[in-house]
T-cell receptor, first 112, second 114 residues
Framework: DGGITQSPKYLFRKEGQNVTLSCEQNLNHDAMYWYRQDPGQGLRLIYYSQIVNDFQKGDIAEGYSVSREKKESFPLTVTSAQKNPTAFYLC???????????FGQGTRLTVV | QKEVEQDPGPLSVPEGAIVSLNCTYSNSAFQYFMWYRQYSRKGPELLMYTYSSGNKEDGRFTAQVDKSSKYISLFIRDSQPSDSATYLCAMSENSGGSNYKLTFGKGTLLTVNP
């Protein structure tokens, strides 16, 4: 089945630790995105990548880092510099930037 | 004024009703319009997308775009309890160009009561 796989579904970390969220797609899409969703705030763009070995900051990139070494994979690291990391994180992909995006099922990160 | 405005609801309707969900936008450069459905604690699911003004129909769903009024709508006919979810509109200026951004509305929470 084609789609986007995010893992894990739930993640718990202690404050001050870095954590990496996985996102893999087999849709052969060039563009990939990371969004954060908080209650009442809608979807906010963290980073996006148009092509392998390239990525750009979104609206709320501070405290996050990404890599795009393979077309299929776009992992997100939430660093200790992110002040409010507890949130629902969504990965998405599309053929090119700006076209209809397909989402994974999300990772709920809780930092205690 | 926010780029995309969407009434958060909540909207509650009886089963079988016709539902109308709407978004307004301020950026006249938006060309691509999408609707997503998101169940609680799940990722958004693409329902429909369109690149032009007018209507697009898919089963019980109809997407309508009025670029002159900067207004888009999603109609759900014969609504079912399984349609209960948050509906998000999204739009962008172009594909592959300098504007990467899909701009989302904040979503409308819909409940269809049996």
């Amino acid at each position: 089945d084609g789609g986007i796989t995010q893992s894990p579904k739930y993640l718990f970390r202690k404050e001050g630790q870095n954590v990496t969220l996985s996102c893999e797609q087999n849709l052969n899409h060039d563009a990939m995105y990371w969004y954060r969703q908080d209650p009442g705030q809608g979807l906010r763009l963290i980073y996006y990548s148009q092509i392998v070995n390239d990525f750009q900051k979104g609206d709320i990139a501070e405290g996050y880092s990404v890599s795009r070494e393979k077309k299929e994979s776009f992992p997100l690291t939430v660093t200790s510099a992110q002040k409010n990391p507890t949130a629902f994180y969504l990965c998405a992909s599309s053929f090119t930037v700006g076209t209809e995006a397909f989402f994974g099922q999300g990772t709920r990160l809780t930092v205690v | 004024q926010k780029e995309v405005e969407q009434d958060p609801g909540p909207l509650s309707v009886p089963e079988g009703a016709i539902v109308s969900l709407n978004c307004t936008y301020s950026n006249s450069a938006f060309q691509y319009f999408m609707w997503y459905r998101q169940y609680s604690r799940k990722g958004p699911e693409l329902l429909m997308y369109t690149y032009s003004s007018g209507n697009k129909e898919d089963g019980r769903f109809t997407a309508q775009v009025d670029k002159s009024s900067k207004y888009i709508s999603l109609f759900i006919r014969d609504s079912q309890p399984s349609d209960s979810a948050t509906y998000l509109c999204a739009m962008s200026e172009n594909s592959g160009g300098s504007n990467y951004k899909l701009t989302f509305g904040k979503g409308t929470l819909l409940t269809v009561n049996p």
